[in-house]
């Protein structure tokens, strides 16, 4: 198995209120700023199975505050792959700069969550609405294994349908493909939730989640709006909590 970042937007910032205030809004200091940028990620099987986690945000449309490094497709082949090579699509959840670029793959299947499935009005033989019937997953209480070592994960919260997509390496350790269940690392070590969820509740819990995992596991916490998260992945740093 191979995991890849798919590298798209750079160069943004977002304040240490929006990532932290999810709770209570006095929780942050809107002066303070942390490094943004916008990338997903690829899992290669090396078993002619090529699995995208997210699809970037839509070429044609700006996206605010960000410098575009690459349009979705060319970052995608910049890699070494072809659309038609790519087997499942993995949708964390339903936000533009994860779903823009579903349409360049029509012959992959795509498991989303049911409820932002439905928000989105997906159809096609190709859309799975995700059940997650393969019970529990470590502390996790709903799955779905999608290819060896390989599992869809329900952490409703951000969104309805929002779910984690956790990778197990040959080494080892565990890689976690989360979406925005934070934003930047250093409020899943605060133990913070950002100010962006539909069910806060939820969000709650499965950022408790989350959290008991990365304590017990030993693994690479995978963000899309860190530079952090490439890093991560490039340096094969453990996530570490007090």
Same mark, same amino acid.
């Given at each position: 198995m191979k995991i890849k970042a798919v590298k798209l937007y750079d160069d943004s910032e977002f304040n240490e209120q929006f990532l932290f205030g999810g709770e209570n809004k006095a929780d942050g200091n809107p002066e303070v700023k942390y490094p943004g940028s916008l990338q997903n990620f @690829? /899992?290669?099987m090396e078993n002619g199975e090529v699995i995208l986690v997210d699809t970037g945000f839509p070429s044609e449309t700006p996206f605010k505050g960000y410098r575009k490094v690459n349009d979705y497709i060319?970052?995608?082949k910049a @890699? #070494?792959?072809? %659309?038609e090579q790519v087997t499942t699509i993995l949708v964390t959840h339903k936000h533009p700069d994860h779903t823009g670029e579903l349409r360049q793959f029509p012959?992959?299947?795509v498991y989303i969550g049911p409820e932002d499935a439905d928000f989105m009005k997906l159809t096609g033989e190709n859309i799975i609405r995700c059940e997650y019937?393969? #019970? %529990?997953?470590?502390n996790f209480e709903h799955s779905q294994k999608i290819a060896d070592g390989v599992y869809f994960i329900k952490a409703r919260g951000h969104t309805n349908g929002n779910s984690i997509v956790i990778a197990e390496g040959d080494d080892g350790v565990y890689y976690m493909m989360h979406g925005d269940v934070t934003y930047v690392d250093a409020a899943l070590k605060?133990?913070? @939730?950002? /100010?962006?969820?539909?069910d806060l509740a939820a969000a709650r819990d499965t950022l408790d989640r989350v959290r008991e995992f990365v304590k017990n596991n030993p693994t690479i916490y995978l963000s899309t709006h860190t530079p952090e998260g490439y890093k991560n992945l490039e340096e094969k740093i453990i996530m570490k909590l007090d």
């Open positions: @690829l /899992i290669d060319d970052a995608f @890699l #070494g792959y072809k %659309p012959n992959a299947k019937t393969d #019970g %529990p997953y470590k605060k133990n913070k @939730l950002s /100010i962006v969820f539909e």
